[in-house]
């Protein structure tokens, strides 16, 4: 996927994801210094697959890290992937949705989810999920959470059965 940040409009992330791991991942790595590696911790879907009904695009998104605070980190990943997760599957709008750890930075997290329209995103920003977070900020997160509206420029989903 590729991504606009929205209040940066010279800013783009690219998001890639391969369930062998990205056969070309170590090449991107090494020709790039703002490459990052990622783990995708949990994800979920309701893109359409084979024999479903097809669902709607998905053109706006929501990055957002949280960086534990130390000690802090196994507390914050079963936040974000059993507590936050579970109100964000709920989340009508809410069509795609990633769960990630940053193993090259202990104690950083992110979500980034994508959403049917600008209404989705801004439920989700008020949301059961935002308020679970808020409620914990703190305790567990050594800096405020950081967030960012992206639109989504380009997009390849493909789903194998």
Do not use: C, W
């Not at 995708?40 to 998905?58: D, F, L, Q, R, Y």
């Amino acid at each position: 996927m590729a991504l606009k940040h929205t209040d940066s409009p010279s800013k783009f992330t690219v998001f890639d994801a391969a369930d062998d791991g990205g056969h070309i991942a170590n090449e991107v790595l090494q020709s790039s210094p703002v490459t990052q590696s990622v783990k995708i911790m949990k994800s979920h879907s309701k893109v359409a697959t084979p024999n479903t009904e097809k669902t709607a695009g998905a053109p706006v998104g929501l990055v957002i890290f949280f960086k534990a605070k130390p000690g802090k980190a196994d507390a914050v990943r079963e936040l974000i992937f059993t507590t936050i997760f579970s109100f964000i599957e709920e989340e009508e709008k809410t069509l795609l949705l990633f769960g990630l750890e940053y193993p090259d930075t202990p104690g950083l997290f992110g979500i980034l989810d994508f959403f049917t329209d600008e209404e989705g995103r801004r439920f989700h920003v008020a949301g059961k999920a935002a308020q679970a977070v808020r409620a914990v900020t703190d305790e567990l997160l050594a800096e405020p959470v950081d967030a960012a509206d992206v639109d989504v420029v380009a997009t390849k989903i493909t789903v194998r059965v």
